[in-house]
């Protein structure tokens, strides 16, 4: 019974010692930054981009902000997705003559050459 008891004490001496971060210590913090914002589900993808030319898509402009301040990164938009979307080139060039407007094709899909769209 003794056994069991010093058994015991020990095994939650030791979690407590092994849950506690060392004096110092640089293990990241599970709390999110206060610039992080919740955002909204609304999907208007945004290209955002940074002077290395590293290019990655995200969901609408505050998850780009999100994705700044978790990183401490300034990446900035290359292009926003507000502009109008159509299926391909001959339904543009239909818009475009029903309209009589010259909208141009900026480009097809996200941000070429990145990995999807970031959505949180």
């Known amino acids: 019974m003794k056994f069991a008891l010093v ?3 020990i095994m939650v001496l030791l979690t407590i010692t092994l849950a506690l971060p060392a004096k110092g210590s640089t293990k990241p913090s599970l709390k999110k930054k206060t610039c992080v914002k919740a955002c909204t589900d609304d999907y208007t993808p945004v ?3 940074d ?3 590293k290019k990655i898509s995200f969901g609408n402009e505050c998850v780009l902000a999100n994705y700044n301040c978790e990183n401490n990164a300034s990446k ?9 979307s159509f299926g391909n080139e001959c339904v543009l060039a239909n818009y475009n003559c029903e309209n009589n ?3 141009k094709l900026v480009s097809k899909g996200e941000c070429p050459g990145s990995q999807g769209v970031r959505l949180s």
């Open 51 to 53: 002077d290395a030319g």
């Open 76 to 84: 900035f938009i290359l292009s926003a997705g507000k502009k109008i």
């Open 7 to 9: 058994l015991t004490l």
């Open 101 to 103: 407007a010259n909208l």
């Open 47 to 49: 290209c955002g981009g």
